[in-house]
């Protein structure tokens, strides 16, 4: 499960999870995830389909296990499958089948009882070339997981760095950029990345991570790096500027308890970090509605028109890659002294006040010491706090991109601010994925859906590349790296249709490869139920990936997105696609 899911057998045959149907991953998903605890059906469906239960819960999730056991265990007695029926529910037990995951807790058991204990870390670090879970990585049930890990996985590569940064500072340089990439948050990792780039004798190194760490804490937190880390970096130079002066190879807020003799696993680091790459670029920005290539803001008009003199509470949605970041970074450009804008924490991310820290630098109001107490006492802010705090912020916006996962404290603050002052933006993906969060208590006055862009906004080669899709929008569209443009394709893709049938992917291929088809042509060619097809066409209308022509038929919005599914289909399974629609 750490990783892309395999299942290897006794005998060493393989299987991956592109085998099994999704919503097949799914449930062995959430019985891995909570591994030798009895999960009631009725758990295990919300799990799974969520506010979308289908009619009968309970067969359906049935099926499902059935066919885990049939696909994974052949021939196996349902009594001896590692699925365990037990008290109405379902157990993965880890006594019938080993799972990296249990392995990666229990060593982490360990590591916290034994701090020198540097194999037992190595083992960590070989465990997880990536977090688990990556189809379904907001999911509720997968996120505490994929956090979880993370943690751990954080711990021990700087366990790690801490001891090599004398012995071989290369790998204790790498070692920390697998740790800074996975959390961005932690102080630990930038020293250990300067320390280590001052054993080598390289100042730009050392102030290139402290300049590293010091935007990623501004940018997010809104937060300068501690006087330790300061501190560090002064000294890290000024040995490094002094004549015949070795640079001091240990941090002075954590010292060394392990073992250093660990440097022959360099080669095996450099594997590791190529599996975890993928991963990585996933988990350095949290937000899916801005690219890689920062494409251009163009459009919406009218949306920041509204967003700029609206009324007190506008909820901004939109899918994966609508613009909502980018419209929200706009916005605070037009008017940088009235509005401020911060990030939602993400499922297990950042501190829960953040948002706030960040808002309130950014327009220049110091709250530092406030939010400092409230966050160490981990508590709410007082009225009298949050009236001050209003105050200050009257006649301003508080802008929260990304804010799905705030928390119920969160949202109840945001409420006092706006009843007291300060007008509110949030943005998050759809309605329906806050209907059962504390973020739907925070009333919209207005609902702002971003709808694609259109020729208005794009020049037509553009626009036929994008589909009108902002985050497919880059200058020369269509023109660039093509495996760039569909690598971002396909990620954009896979976001939107994640909570969608498995028959809306079916029907994105068959239309990638086929071109435009009517509903009965893609049922009859794809061995799809009509209602199905019809069901997986409207979440794909939905959520701007397919458009209707006029004669009936429907067809990708995006040459991007078509060009990357169809990638993913051999020429042989084309052409068999090609007969079949012939003969239909």
């Keep these: 499960m750490l990783g892309q899911i395999e299942i290897i057998d006794g005998d060493g045959r393989r299987m991956t999870g592109d085998d099994l149907p999704r919503r097949a991953r799914q449930v062995l998903g959430v019985l891995a995830a909570r591994h030798d605890r009895v999960q009631s059906k009725d758990a295990l469906a919300d799990a799974v389909w969520g506010a979308d239960l289908p009619g009968n819960a309970t067969a359906a999730l049935e099926h499902y296990v059935s066919v885990l056991r049939r696909a994974l265990q052949p021939g196996v007695p349902t009594a001896r499958s590692f699925i365990v029926t037990r008290a109405g529910g379902y157990v993965f037990a880890t006594d019938r089948a080993r799972l990296d995951l249990a392995d990666l807790r229990a060593a982490a058991k360990v590591a916290e009882r034994r701090p020198g204990q540097l194999d037992v870390r190595e083992r960590i670090v070989e465990l997880a070339p990536e977090l688990p879970f ?153 937000s899916t509605d801005t690219a890689a290539d920062d494409p251009p803001f163009v459009g919406r008009a009218a949306e920041l028109a509204a967003l700029a003199g609206g009324p007190g509470v506008i909820h901004v949605v939109g899918p994966a890659g609508a613009g ?28 829960r006040l ?70 509110v933006v949030v943005s998050y993906r759809y309605p329906s994925a806050i209907a059962d969060r504390p973020l739907h208590a925070l009333d919209a006055d207005l609902v702002l859906r971003l709808d694609p862009l259109d020729e208005r906004d794009l020049p037509v080669d553009a626009l036929t590349a994008s589909g009108g899709i902002p985050a497919l929008v880059r200058p020369g569209a269509g023109t660039g790296d093509p495996a760039l443009g569909e690598a971002v394709a396909m990620h954009l893709a896979r976001q939107r249709t994640r909570w969608m049938a498995p028959a809306a992917w079916e029907v994105l291929r068959l239309t990638a490869a086929l071109g435009p088809l009517r509903v009965e042509q893609l049922a009859a060619i794809g061995g799809l139920d009509l209602d199905e097809v019809l069901a997986a066409v409207d979440g794909l209308v939905h959520a701007h990936l397919l458009v209707e022509g006029p004669d009936g038929k429907v067809r990708h919005r995006s040459e991007l997105v078509r060009s990357a599914v169809a990638a993913q289909m051999s020429a042989a399974h084309g052409h068999h696609l090609r007969s079949r629609l012939a003969s239909a």
């Design 354 to 423: 953040g948002w706030l820290r960040t808002v309130l630098h950014q327009l220049d109001r110091a709250a530092d010491r406030t939010l400092d107490a409230a966050m160490g006492e981990r508590r709410t802010l007082h009225p009298g706090e949050l009236d001050a705090i209003a105050a200050d912020l009257r006649g301003c916006v508080i802008a929260v991109d990304d804010a799905e996962h705030l928390d119920a404290d969160s949202v109840s603050e945001l409420r006092w601010l706006r009843e007291r002052g300060p007008r």
């Design 134 to 286: 990556t189809e379904d990585e907001y999911a509720d049930w997968a996120a505490p997981a994929r956090a979880e890990v993370k943690a751990v996985l954080v711990a021990a590569l700087l366990d790690l760095a801490e001891p090599a940064a004398a012995a071989d500072p290369a790998r204790a340089l790498r070692l920390a950029r697998e740790a800074t990439e996975l959390e961005p948050f932690t102080e630990r990792g930038y020293r250990l990345a300067m320390v280590a780039g001052a054993a080598l004798g390289r100042a730009d190194e050392v102030v290139r991570w402290f300049d590293l760490c010091r935007r990623a804490l501004a940018d997010d937190l809104g937060i300068t790096p501690s006087a330790d880390t300061t501190s560090l970096r002064d000294r890290l130079l000024a040995e490094l500027h002094t004549p015949g002066t070795r640079a001091n190879t240990s941090p002075t807020t954590h010292e060394s308890t392990g073992d250093e003799g660990d440097g022959g696993r360099a080669d095996g680091d450099r594997r590791t970090a190529d599996r975890r790459k993928a991963d990585r670029r996933r988990n350095t920005t949290r």
């Design 324 to 351: 909502k970041s980018a419209l929200l970074g706009r916005l605070r450009e037009e008017a940088p002294g009235r509005v401020g804008l911060g990030r939602g924490p993400g499922p297990g991310g950042a501190l």
